[in-house]
């Protein structure tokens, strides 16, 4: 990064889904990354969970001790229509961000395709302006009753990429609750730090501003719009939403700046875009008297450690040179 280069614009975008229907959704973030760069986005967020939905006002059916077929019917939709890592979808996104030519980071559902196939995980995906996939972060920690749905991700994706106009990277949600969560985040150098979320009160606001006071860096803040209307009829267990207010998430999407600024936003009430123009200089100016993980920090008396490795729930090993047949594993004498 050049630290004194040109200012860039990115885009925050607010919007729903098409709720629990992977491919209007992605339809849908296709319109709407073209709108963005049309405005002159080279930086374009969207929400968590955006494909296929945050399921906001969905218990699945489930209490302490007991599950219903419903719930493990709606459970099924929702995993059908996650998207894999590689695959079509994710394609369509990279092309989305080539004929964009911005940078691209999105909210997804991710059915996990190495192991069992039976869990997903709520993951941020980073896409370059050539259309390559530049990598990933899933949520480290669900918070309540998203861990009934979605699965825990480990150190391995806490993702910060390169760009010309700086390090972005970031967190899901309430993760940005986690000091050192945060901290491991700035020991990377993010200089914009992305925090897609479901967290519509007011409070959230003071997170993001808090954030870029305290990492000195820009904080781009990307929630859903969302009402009752736009979820489908035949979902089961939809019966739950209707003791909910119409409106089941306000927004409250913003940028703030390296100095805790309101560059944007907040943006409540509607679907829409927020754009904001970045200068990578109010960064340095912004340290000059505070840095966290610079002339702040103190390592004779704190030190975090950041446990990076992949954590596979299970490693095939074998000293066993014969051959195994195709389709089997493990020994067979």
């Given at each position: ?24 959704s ?6 709407l990354t073209a709108?963005a760069?049309e ?9 968590e ?34 998207i894999?890592i ?35 995980y709520c ?40 760009t ?9 949600c ?10 491991a ?7 914009i ?5 479901a ?7 003071a ?6 006071l305290?990492?000195r ?11 009752r ?36 936003g ?28 610079g ?6 008396v ?7 490795a ?13 051959t ?10």
């Open positions: 990064m050049d630290d004194h280069g040109s200012q860039v614009q990115v885009a925050v975008v607010q919007a729903a889904p098409v709720v629990f229907d992977r491919a209007g992605i339809q849908k973030a296709v319109r709108e760069a405005q002159g986005a080279r930086l374009i967020l969207f929400p969970a955006f494909i296929p939905a945050y399921p906001r006002g969905f218990t699945f059916g489930t209490v302490v001790g007991g599950r219903t077929p419903a719930g493990r019917q709606l459970w099924e939709r929702y995993w059908a229509n996650a894999q590689p695959g079509p979808e994710v394609e369509a996104l990279g092309a989305a961000a080539r004929d964009a030519h911005a940078f691209l980071a999105i909210g997804v559902i991710e059915r996990d395709g190495r192991y069992s196939r039976g869990t997903v993951t941020l995906l980073y896409l370059g302006p050539d259309g390559s996939l530049l990598g990933l972060h899933r949520k480290l920690v669900p918070t309540a009753a998203e861990r009934l749905i979605w699965g825990r991700g480990d150190g391995s994706t806490l993702t910060v990429i390169d010309p106009f700086g390090k972005v990277g970031g967190l899901i309430w993760e940005n609750y986690m000091p050192l969560a945060r901290f985040m700035y020991g990377k150098g993010v200089q730090y992305l925090a897609p979320t967290d519509q009160r007011d409070g959230w606001q997170t993001l501003r808090h954030i870029s305290e990492g860096c820009f904080v781009l803040g990307c929630n859903q719009y969302l009402t209307s736009m979820v489908p009829a035949d979902l089961p267990g939809v019966e739950e939403l209707a003791s909910q207010p119409e409106e089941l998430c306000r927004g409250g999407s913003a940028v703030y700046s390296p100095l805790g600024d309101l560059l944007a907040p943006l409540y009430g509607e679907e829409g875009i927020l754009t904001a123009v970045l200068d990578p200089a109010d960064v340095v100016r912004a340290r000059f008297d505070f840095d966290p993980v002339h702040y920090a103190r390592p004779d704190f030190q975090l450690t950041v446990n990076e992949a954590q596979p729930p299970l490693v095939y090993r074998s000293g066993d040179t014969r195994v047949p195709p389709g089997l594993t493990g020994r067979h004498d």
